[in-house]
T-cell receptor
């Protein structure tokens, strides 16, 4: 149990376009999901907390108008990188704590990540 | 500022040896701690978590927690080259599911 998927796994786009990344919890409900970004040889950086049915909470320094988050259902959160630029090229990873009996609910399970390259 | 600190490494151990990875934390309110393994180019995968003082064993992995010293460690017995990865220590901030991550320790197991 506690599987998180992401789509797409790879995306290449031109500068100025928008890119949507989906994060799905496959076998559990997730009222909260987290979005991280990771640059090469650096640690995970939390971007925002996605909350089902309400606005996302963004970390300091993350532009909410650039990184739009929508948590429309208990199993799906989306991150849209608007007007992407080369400096947005990174590895984007989502995670979710499960609401499953028998699993420690503070555990975060990570999706496989989406690698974004902006040309 | 609540922090989780790890030595970035690399920590090199010979195959078959015990690898010892350490983590300290600043928030005395932290109750649980998580160890993740991240291979290059992949997302983190959960190894184990611990929330009670003492040791917790799972296969070749043992997590150790000392709340008085604010210290968490992960021991990997019989280290294999496939264990070569970055190991991340994480603690949820009090009252939330949001993690504070350490910067990770890069482990190299030499064949």
């Amino acid at each position: 149990g506690a599987v998180v998927s992401q789509h797409p796994s790879w995306v290449i786009c031109k500068s100025g376009t928008s890119v949507k990344i989906e994060c799905r919890s496959l076998d559990f409900q997730a009222t909260t999901m987290f979005w991280y970004r990771q640059f090469p040889k650096q640690s995970l950086m939390l971007m925002a907390t996605s909350n089902e049915g309400s606005k996302a909470t963004y970390e300091q320094g993350v532009e909410k108008d650039k990184f739009l988050i929508n948590h429309a259902s208990l199993t799906l959160s989306t991150l849209t990188v608007t007007s992407a630029h080369p400096e947005d090229s990174s590895f984007y990873i989502c995670s979710a704590p499960p609401q499953l009996a028998g699993l420690y609910q503070e555990t975060q399970y990570f999706g496989p990540g989406t690698r974004l390259l902006v040309l | 500022q609540k922090e989780v600190e790890q030595n970035s490494g690399p920590l090199s151990v010979p195959e078959g040896a015990i690898a010892s990875l350490n983590c300290t934390y600043s928030d005395r309110g932290s109750q649980s701690f998580f160890w993740y393994r991240q291979y290059s180019g992949k997302s983190p995968e959960l190894i184990m978590f611990i929330y009670s003082n003492g040791d917790k064993e799972d296969g070749r992995f043992t997590a150790q927690l000392n709340k008085a010293s604010q210290y968490v460690s992960l021991l990997i017995r019989d280290s294999q080259p496939s264990d070569s990865a970055t190991y991340l220590c994480a603690a949820p901030t009090s009252g939330t599911y949001k993690y504070i991550f350490g910067t990770g320790t890069r482990l190299k197991v030499l064949a």
